[in-house]
């Protein structure tokens, strides 16, 4: 990739995140265009305008009482807006990256496909050289895929999705312009009623106070018996104990599990071994590190300059 | 499924087909709109004017001087084509069937996107209780998927492929209207073109005089060194030993195959236990037997009444 910001300055950028070295993960990408910082290197903290940020520590933002832009390195804000520690003012900004959000529709349409044609069954055929072909799939058109969520990564999971043939109807929050084969459900309701309708219901939705833990037994128990569970969003959408409820009463028959409460997973969840789980490491997609870095010096040259940041989230909405 | 033919008649039509007994698959669906009947079962041959097809021996139709239509029960019909005692002047039918090419679709996507994202990798460290995060895939639209054939079926995978992110090149034999986001590729060089592009090659070419043993070593040398072939076209399309020797090489680096020489595959077979092959009973695609039907019936109604049969292929071209 290359950097078309033949003007862009070199900002000063503090790290602040909790679990990553963002210094070790970005730092490559992010010379000459951004200095980035860890907190222990600023020798004057009150200069600094700018964080890039990935669950920073509560306290994180305490010595930069001047920040004005937080960006996440990721689509997800949750672990920023909520920091008790960030600045009033400070834009929150995200990543907006088209690359991500098509690598979340291939994840999320590998998923509804891995179960709607039962690939797992025909793979363990293939490991005991069983040549069955006793399993009919039902039209797709005839399968409801739900989508909860409709930004960046929700429309281009949907679109995906309605290209292999599904039904799909997605739960939005706003609302907003139709799209060609997409049924869109907005408002308070919007996500218990594409639940009740989801033979296949897959989560994109951000993490906000209005979502935590909205995948529980009674969103469950709404759902068509048998449903399957795709969860791309954020551990903290869903409580575990529930879904373990239901998929062992049988309500929800299978889950594609990425995201849990506890990162890394703990040894010994239940979900590692559960037979009705395909289980990955919250690997539904991942931002470019060159992509991050110039959305990163974009936004800094926007609020250097007075602008809006392209990247900017709405703080009290949380996404 | 309704069947929405008030006015169909009954039509009498024969089934030919060496391996399958179309009569088990088909009764239940076909009355009582048409009246299958074993060819042991006609009491007057010369009276039978539509047969219904699948691998047809070479003397299926010598006894039946005139049949008028010949119908495939799926998209295929090289078996009929070329059937020795198939009627000069016997229109050729194949089943058309949205429903079918969007099964194709996202089995294409899936076997896609499980070797761009490595899924077999993350499904074995799932099974091993590792969290694994290492690995990084390019975005898709970095990755150039091939797709060989745009019919019905080809068409429907593109699109699909395409809506994922990738970018997609297809071959096609006959010039045709743009697709958007779609490159097209005509002419008689057009499958070493796009396979000499392509990261990933989907095969869903009919099979022809002309495609039979077209994925053997020399299309396989032309493409990226370690390339992805996902082959879901029919067995005969490829020579089984040059795919082997192109994944020992590595210049094939993984397949993904739902159809043989010989099916079921035979026990031994090495691609059975070949570490680097994704292996499927040809379950890509199946049509509903409903929709054969109803579409069996349309073609008789047009046949009987002197009209172009809405199925017919051109049997000089073989699909």
């Not at 910001?5 to 951004?34: K, N, Q, R, W, Y």
């Not at 793979?123 to 409801?144: I, V």
């Not at 991050?292 to 809006?308: M, W």
Request: hydrophobic share 45%; charged share 20%; aromatic share 6%.
């Amino acid at each position: 990739m290359t950097l078309d910001m033949p003007g862009a300055g070199v900002f000063d950028v503090v790290v602040l995140s909790e679990p990553f070295d963002l210094i070790a993960l970005f730092g490559a990408s992010a010379a000459p265009f951004v200095r980035l910082l860890r907190p222990e290197e600023v020798t004057d903290p009150e200069a600094i305008r700018y964080a890039l940020c990935w669950c920073p520590s509560d306290e994180a933002f305490a010595a930069f009482p001047n920040i004005e832009l937080a960006m996440s390195i990721a689509a997800g804000v949750d672990s920023i807006v909520s920091c008790p520690s960030l600045p009033q003012g400070a834009t929150v900004a995200r990543v907006r990256d088209d690359d991500q959000a098509h690598l979340m529709a291939g994840f999320a349409v590998w998923n509804v496909i891995h179960h709607h044609r039962r690939m797992g069954d025909m793979q363990r055929n293939h490991a005991a050289g069983l040549w069955d072909r006793s399993f009919t799939p039902r039209p797709p058109r005839e399968t409801t895929v739900g989508v909860l969520g409709f930004g960046l990564m929700g429309r281009a999971c949907a679109e995906a999705i309605a290209a292999a043939g599904f039904t799909v109807v997605v739960a939005r929050h706003r609302d907003g312009a139709p799209v060609a084969g997409i049924e869109q459900v907005c408002g308070p309701e919007a996500v218990d009623q594409v639940a009740a309708r989801a033979d296949i219901l897959v989560n994109v939705l951000p993490l906000t106070e209005s979502t935590r833990d909205i995948l529980d037994a009674r969103l469950f128990a709404l759902m068509p018996k048998g449903a399957v569970l795709v969860q791309m969003g954020r551990g903290e959408h869903m409580i575990e104990e529930d879904l373990l409820a239901a998929l062992d009463s049988g309500q929800i028959s299978a889950a594609s599990l990425d995201v849990f409460r506890q990162e890394p997973l703990p040894e010994g969840h239940p979900f590692w071994t559960h037979p009705a789980v395909v289980l990955t490491p919250h690997k539904a997609s991942v931002s470019t590190r060159a992509e991050t870095i110039r959305q990163l010096v974009e936004n800094c040259e926007a609020i250097s300059a007075g602008a809006p940041a392209p990247g900017a989230v709405d703080r009290s909405a949380g996404y």
